[in-house]
C-alpha cells in the first residue's frame, strides 16, 4: 500500500515556477511509476506528467512539455513536479499518483491517489 501525500501549491502569477512535491510511505516505492494529474473545476482530470520506475523514463503531454519537469528521489520516496512559465489555464488541483505498471500511463489508471494541492495561476 502507498499512500501519497502532495505539497507546494499557492497562488502565483502568469511566468512564475512552482514545484510541488509528492511524499510517499511505504517501501516499495521505488517500484512504482508515478505521475502528476490535474483538474480544474468542471473538466476531467488531467494528465500531466510521468516518470517510470525503471530507467525513470519521463512523457509529458504537449501542454506542458518544455515547461514542467518531473523527477524523483527514490531515497526520500519523494516526487516532483517542477513548472515554469505558468499560464493561467495551468490553474487547477494537482493530485500525484502510483501505478503498478511497468511502463509510463498516461490515463488515470493509476493505483494510489493523493488528496491534491490547488495551484492558481493569475494573469
Known amino acids: 500500500q502507498v499512500q501519497l501525500v502532495e505539497s507546494g501549491g499557492g497562488l502565483v502569477q502568469a511566468g512564475d515556477s512552482l514545484r510541488l512535491s509528492c511524499a510517499a510511505s511505504?517501501?516499495?516505492?521505488?517500484?512504482?511509476?508515478m505521475g502528476w494529474f490535474r483538474q480544474a473545476p468542471g473538466k476531467e482530470r488531467e494528465f500531466v506528467a510521468a516518470?517510470?520506475?525503471?530507467?525513470?523514463?519521463?512523457y509529458y503531454p504537449d501542454s506542458v512539455k518544455g515547461r514542467f519537469t518531473i523527477s524523483r528521489d527514490n531515497a526520500k520516496n519523494r516526487v516532483y513536479l517542477q513548472m515554469n512559465s505558468l499560464k493561467p489555464e495551468d490553474t487547477a488541483v494537482y493530485y500525484c499518483?502510483?501505478?503498478?505498471?511497468?511502463?509510463?500511463?498516461?490515463?488515470?489508471?493509476?493505483?494510489?491517489w493523493g488528496q491534491g494541492t490547488q495551484v492558481t495561476v493569475s494573469s
Open positions: 516518470i517510470s520506475w525503471i530507467g525513470g523514463h519521463t
Open positions: 511505504g517501501r516499495t516505492f521505488s517500484s512504482y511509476t
Open positions: 499518483a502510483a501505478s503498478a505498471s511497468v511502463v509510463i500511463v498516461t490515463t488515470t489508471n493509476y493505483d494510489h
